[in-house]
């Protein structure tokens, strides 16, 4: 049975966007069943382990819930060969885990960000890493893992729902560059998401004036949640610009 052990809203530097501030609604629910998760998800919240979040800042809309309109995606010529390239990986998928391996991978990926994008030094501590990724998980929850013969070189996260596939987090080894894994692991939600019959893959929050979201708003067709309904209020998704 779904429980809300603690809600609260935040208010604190916005992680989006210099200068701003951003307030932070969180619910963290014991035992979320599939079915509260997508109504969560179809009403502009993300989950990271047993905590749900969505932004209520009053001033800014910055923050755009976005989905993939799966089974009327297309696939482009560069997309097609970045499929190619990656075809020779091993791909494993299971309920999430944390190893060793899971650790190093996720920091080289920060220290990367943190010479490239500007990201906070990366600080790897297995216990938030556990109640990120790997707590909370239900029956919903999984890592899909590339490997290059023994070593992994990618970890995608997300929530495999009733009509489609939450991306909640990938990391991916910065010593392949040349292999576009980011843009790889998310061509793979899609064809995985098409092979299930389902619908969707929700993207999460694009921010136009943050690099490291801006991305996705090149996956085209989609939509976009409109405003912020509440979970007794029907969730209204339009063609996104």
């Excluded at 307030?23 to 599939?34: A, N």
């Excluded at 979040?53 to 800014?60: N, V």
């Excluded at 990938?170 to 092979?195: H, K, M, N, V």
Aim: glycine share 6%; aromatic share 14%.
């Amino acid at each position: 049975m779904n429980q809300i052990l603690k809600e609260c809203a935040l208010h604190e530097p916005c992680a989006y966007i210099s200068g701003n501030s951003q307030s932070i609604h969180y619910k963290i629910i014991q035992e979320c069943s599939r079915e509260q998760c997508e109504a969560l998800i179809l009403r502009g919240w993300r989950r990271f382990g047993s905590m749900y979040f969505r932004p209520i800042c009053q001033e800014c809309r910055a923050c755009e819930s976005l989905k993939i309109d799966v089974q009327n995606y297309t696939f482009s010529k560069s997309e097609r060969r970045i499929l190619r390239k990656n075809g020779s990986w091993n791909t494993l998928i299971r309920p999430p885990t944390l190893t060793r391996d899971h650790l190093e991978l996720f920091e080289r990926y920060h220290r990367y960000k943190h010479h490239t994008r500007s990201w906070d030094e990366p600080k790897v501590d297995p216990k938030n890493y556990y109640a990120s990724f790997v707590q909370g998980h239900g029956d919903f929850g999984f890592e899909i893992l590339y490997f290059d013969d023994e070593r992994l070189i990618a970890v995608d996260l997300v929530d495999i729902l009733d009509e489609g596939i939450s991306a909640l987090y990938c990391y991916y080894d910065p010593d392949y560059p040349s292999f576009s894994l980011g843009r790889y692991t998310l061509l793979e939600q899609i064809r995985l998401a098409q092979r299930l019959g389902l619908k969707w893959i929700y993207l999460g929050y694009y921010v136009e004036q943050c690099r490291s979201l801006s991305y996705k708003g090149s996956y085209k067709p989609a939509l976009q949640l409109q405003g912020r309904p509440e979970e007794d209020e029907t969730p209204l998704w339009r063609s996104a610009p």
